[in-house]
């Protein structure tokens, strides 16, 4: 499998070549609770959102609305995690856990490199987050994987497929993947910060 990467990747596949159970139709965040964005997150989708929504481009999307919340959720953790984009991150290339990722956070705060990673991102291609599904879930296994080889102690993987205005959410615990029965609307933007700042629990308690 060389020559294939995660975005090949399909739901259906992932599932069967990465031997996972799947669970869906789960309401995997009704208890988190929800974060206030910080005053320069609400300034910029104040702005940003009717723009991104305008132009209506993948690019526009990424850019404007994605980029600019996960800046904010390293932002909430005084830096202490690091963001990615459009990285290699090429994990094990006979399963095809390789190529780039659109988005990654990483517990540790260095940003040359990536060292611990815990939540990957991906962006919805022609809007269509289904699709999205399966090379997120790739990316997650490879993730996992990465953790595994270097002793990080992550417990759970998330991931998410964002058109930047609409979330869906997931986890990787073992070999069980599950997929939240909802999407959370950009407006919702409180309870997308509290999802994606889950994993970063210990961090939020000390700053």
Same mark, same amino acid.
């Given at each position: 499998?060389?020559?294939?990467?995660?975005?090949?990747? %399909?739901?259906?596949?992932?599932?069967?070549?990465?031997?996972?159970? /799947?669970? #869906?139709?789960?309401?995997?965040?009704?208890?988190? #609770?929800?974060?206030?964005?910080?005053?320069? @997150?609400?300034?910029? =989708?104040?702005?940003?959102?009717?723009?991104?929504?305008?132009?209506?481009?993948?690019?526009?999307?990424?850019? =404007? @609305?994605?980029?600019? &919340? /996960? $800046?904010? +959720?390293?932002?909430?953790?005084?830096?202490?995690?690091?963001?990615?984009?459009? %990285?290699?991150?090429?994990?094990?290339?006979? /399963?095809?856990?390789?190529?780039?990722?659109?988005?990654?956070?990483?517990?540790?705060?260095?940003?040359?490199?990536?060292?611990?990673?815990?939540?990957?991102?991906?962006? $919805?291609?022609?809007?269509?987050? &289904?699709?999205?599904?399966?090379?997120?879930?790739?990316?997650? +296994?490879? $993730?996992?994987?990465?953790?595994?080889?270097?002793?990080?102690?992550?417990?759970?993987?998330?991931? $998410? +497929?964002?058109?930047?205005?609409?979330?869906?959410? @997931?986890?990787? #615990?073992?070999?069980?993947?599950?997929?939240? +029965?909802? #999407?959370?609307?950009?407006?919702?933007?409180?309870?997308? =910060?509290? &999802?994606?700042?889950?994993?970063?629990?210990?961090?939020?308690?000390?700053?």
């Amino acid at each position: 499998m060389s020559n294939v990467s995660y975005s090949k990747f %399909t739901l259906e596949n992932a599932k069967t070549n990465f031997e996972l159970t /799947l669970e #869906e139709n789960q309401d995997l965040f009704s208890k988190v #609770e929800p974060v206030k964005p910080s005053e320069i @997150l609400t300034t910029i =989708l104040r702005e940003y959102i009717p723009l991104a929504t305008a132009i209506n481009t993948e690019k526009a999307r990424s850019e =404007l @609305l994605i980029s600019q &919340i /996960l $800046a904010d +959720v390293r932002r909430q953790l005084n830096y202490r995690i690091s963001l990615f984009s459009g %990285t290699e991150f090429n994990v094990e290339a006979d /399963l095809g856990l390789q190529g780039y990722c659109d988005f990654l956070l990483s517990f540790s705060s260095e940003q040359y490199f990536i060292t611990a990673p815990v939540l990957t991102i991906v962006e $919805a291609k022609n809007e269509n987050i &289904i699709r999205g599904l399966g090379q997120c879930v790739a990316s997650m +296994v490879g $993730a996992q994987l990465f953790n595994q080889r270097a002793d990080n102690p992550v417990k759970v993987i998330y991931g $998410a +497929v964002t058109t930047g205005t609409n979330w869906k959410f @997931l986890t990787l #615990e073992e070999k069980i993947i599950r997929i939240d +029965v909802g #999407e959370y609307y950009v407006k919702e933007i409180d309870k997308i =910060l509290g &999802i994606i700042l889950q994993p970063f629990g210990e961090y939020r308690e000390n700053s």
